[in-house]
């Protein structure tokens, strides 16, 4: 199919790609490249008006990456620790998002338990929601027969909500 899209024979995919897992690699190497890049471009844009900005700028990040998303969400389901790229996906976030905290001085020397704590708080509030609404959206508006800009907003002001009430970054006091 992708040698078919692409206007050429399957011999010269594989003359570029040894299988199918190699192929996959590669669009999970780029998406990966991609979110690093946003992510170091993301403070130099400037700050959002509020965090709902912020979460709506995410998304529309997102949009256009609903395939490459479900597919990796898929593979980190079949069991290949030491290439989940779903996780390393995840992990840059969330390091990312921890590091900006520690440079705030926000961190007051938290222990290995709280920053697991922080871990955990970030990737099943945070990183999965986004995900899980990045890859459901277009079949939840149709499921559901509603407008897609009202979900995205309903969206938004739930995650804000449930996310924001959870543990705040490790060493900061509630």
């Known amino acids: ?3 078919e899209k692409a206007g050429v024979n399957k011999a010269l995919i594989y003359y570029y790609f040894k299988d199918k897992n190699d192929i996959v690699k590669s669009l999970f ?5 991609k979110l690093h890049k946003r992510i170091s471009l993301d403070g130099k844009i400037g700050p959002y008006e509020n965090f709902q900005d912020k979460i709506r700028g995410v998304l529309d990040f997102l949009d256009d990456k609903k395939k490459i998303l479900s597919v990796m969400l898929m593979e980190s389901l079949k069991g290949d620790d030491q290439n989940n790229y779903f996780f390393q996906c995840a992990e840059s976030v969330i390091r990312h998002s921890t590091n900006a ?3 705030s ?6 222990s290995a338990q709280e920053m697991q704590r922080y871990l955990v708080h970030e990737f099943f509030t945070g990183f999965i929601p986004i995900i899980a609404f990045s890859v459901f959206q277009d079949k939840w508006t149709d499921y559901f027969h509603c407008n897609p800009d009202q979900l995205k907003e309903y969206f938004i002001d739930e995650f804000v909500a449930t996310h924001l009430a959870g543990q705040g970054p490790p060493g900061a006091n509630p």
């Open 101 to 103: 905290c520690l440079e």
């Open 29 to 33: 190497d780029t998406a990966i490249e």
């Open 105 to 110: 001085g926000k961190d007051n020397g938290s």
């Open 1 to 3: 199919m992708i040698a």
